[in-house]
């Protein structure tokens, strides 16, 4: 009967190196008797491996709670918290985690057998151990993430070795509440619960459906005929775009490129319900790269420190869009959205980061970065006399020499490309940061602004600036930060953007800004969107997981 309920799975393949140290963590032989030295033995035996010695630590703050007694197993057999404790690292998966990572089938196996046949007390010490450190590591995992962030460039702070894990559990397990447990480990964000579902729903899909095959033309337009007409409304349908009460059409028209757009819009396409190369490929994809999508958006959501603000910026890098939040709760609730032009993707990608706006410049000087002035400005000023005046751009840091045409000597330009002078660029009409500036101070000098480059903001991909971040919507951004801060705030924001005077305004209470990178979103209205990995940042995140060392109790 155990095996029963021990086995609600499938099996997993295990490899002869996994299965080999578990039989060297819960099968040699000990010292008799399940004291505090059996116990202490059993955890001085997990392998060296990759975080052994947080491992070790929360192993011995978990058993000390209890007087450094057993706490699965009893007389040789598991306990009945033991088989939760199974199921819960069985169903890992469910948030993108892979269970062979706690050695969830090899356990049950070992409890499988010591139901049948107590174990001796060495042996199931060394069983309890290793079900102790599959479930605090499993902690770690779902609340805080696989690998450090930090190596792949994203500038989030989180504690570098997560404690209380181990007070955690042993509460969990005291108050025999590891349902509980399990329910509150994963992060609380809104977003991660929605991706988890999407994840659920995704996997179904890539295991029900057939692979998509839909033959690419070189533009399928409304109107047209098309063989595979059937295929894409049943792709469509699948997907959630088309209704299933959508008829099949005789050509490519009606309900059929209403779903097209929406799939489009949901995958960073240009909606315009016109199929080609791009659309096509985003059909054809594996439903499976769409699961990896999702997991590697949910490991990242774990990165993220708790919401303790009242208010936050979220600005999702791949998806080009800000989202202005209020917490209430620990929930965050979405007051705001706009669309943003974000750094290059081949030369001036905007840095994944967290920040602190304190302040809203109104009408602000440029003062233009040295590495622009070096490696575009310069050009341009050999070129063009003019170029200065018309772009109302000064120089700064000394005198410069002209030539009757207005040019600048090539001693001048000399000392702009080597930073010994500097251009700005006065408030008007041209000043490329517009009429708002809201400053985060970081090393980068990446900030949000305004940019009289409005037609930008239409396009359906949005990669274009120097890695600084521009927004469509300065006014209700400045507007959502201040309310609540400043009396008649919408007023005030509305007369220093009319008045065309240099002016600041310093927040009262600070808001977090976090700069994210996802591919996979889960929408509140049930949309799931996945973007482009426009940065590759998805690839370097898929090698990290597959470098990283299995954990030490394997």
Not at 256 to 279: K, M, N
């Amino acid at each position: 009967m155990l095996a029963t309920v021990l086995r609600p799975m499938r099996r997993r393949r295990t490899t002869p190196v996994f299965v080999s140290a578990l039989l060297a963590l819960v099968l040699f032989a000990g010292v008799a008797g399940a004291d505090e030295a059996t116990l202490r033995g059993a955890m001085q035996a997990l392998p060296e491996g990759q975080g052994h010695s947080w491992l070790s630590a929360e192993l011995e703050r978990f058993y000390a709670g209890a007087d450094f007694r057993p706490a699965w197993l009893e007389g040789g057999r598991p306990r009945r918290q033991a088989l939760q404790a199974i199921d819960i690292l069985r169903r890992a998966g469910e948030d993108g985690l892979d269970a062979g990572d706690y050695a969830a089938e090899a356990l049950a196996d070992r409890l499988d057998a010591a139901a049948a046949r107590p174990l001796a007390e060495p042996d199931a010490t060394r069983l309890d151990v290793a079900l102790s450190a599959a479930l605090l590591r499993w902690l770690r995992d779902v609340g805080s993430g696989r690998v450090n962030p930090r190596p792949l460039g994203v500038l989030i702070e989180s504690p570098p070795e997560p404690s209380g894990f181990a007070g955690r559990l042993r509460r969990a397990l005291d108050s025999d509440d590891l349902a509980g447990l399990a329910a509150a480990a994963p992060p609380s964000h809104p977003s991660y619960r929605r991706l988890r579902q999407a994840l659920a729903e995704y996997r179904r899909l890539a295991a029900e459906l057939p692979a998509p095959d839909l033959p690419p033309l070189r533009k399928l337009e409304p109107g047209m005929p098309y063989a595979d007409l059937a295929e894409l409304r049943r792709l469509l349908v699948a997907l959630g775009d088309l209704p299933e009460a959508a008829p099949l059409p005789a050509r490519y028209e009606g309900e059929l490129v209403e779903a097209v757009r929406r799939f489009q819009a949901r995958h960073g396409l240009e909606a315009d319900g016109i199929l080609g190369a791009q659309s096509f490929a985003q059909l054809n994809m594996p439903l499976a790269h769409r699961v990896r999508q999702i997991e590697l958006a949910l490991e990242r959501l774990r990165w993220l420190p708790p919401l303790r603000a009242e208010k936050l910026v979220a600005i999702n890098i791949p998806e080009f869009r800000l989202r202005g939040l209020e917490v209430r709760e620990g929930r965050a609730l979405r007051r705001l959205a706009m669309n943003v032009v974000v750094g290059r993707a081949a030369v001036t990608q905007t840095p994944v980061f967290m920040g602190t706006l304190r302040q809203i410049e109104y009408h602000p000087w440029w003062n233009v970065p040295a590495s622009i002035t070096r490696n575009e400005i310069v050009a341009k000023l050999r070129r063009d006399p003019g170029y200065l005046a018309r772009e109302g751009m000064e120089i700064v840091g000394g005198a410069v020499d002209r030539d009757a045409d207005g040019r600048i000597d090539e001693a001048g330009l000399a000392a702009l490309r080597r930073g010994e002078l500097r251009l700005r660029q006065r408030p008007g009409p041209r000043n490329a940061l517009g009429r708002v500036k809201f400053v985060l101070p970081n090393d980068m000098d990446i900030y949000l602004h305004d940019t009289p480059s409005r037609a930008l903001f239409a396009r359906s991909r949005r990669d274009f600036s120097h890695g600084c971040i521009r927004v469509e919507d300065p006014a209700a951004l400045a507007m959502f930060l201040l309310e609540g801060q400043v009396e008649g705030g919408e007023a005030r924001v509305r007369a220093a953007l009319e008045s065309g005077m240099s002016s600041a305004v310093r927040l009262a209470k600070p808001v977090p800004v976090i700069v994210f990178y996802a591919t996979a979103v889960a929408e509140e209205d049930g949309r799931v969107l996945f973007l482009p990995d426009i940065y590759r940042h998805d690839e370097a995140l898929a090698r990290a997981l597959r470098a990283r060392p299995r954990p030490a109790y394997q």
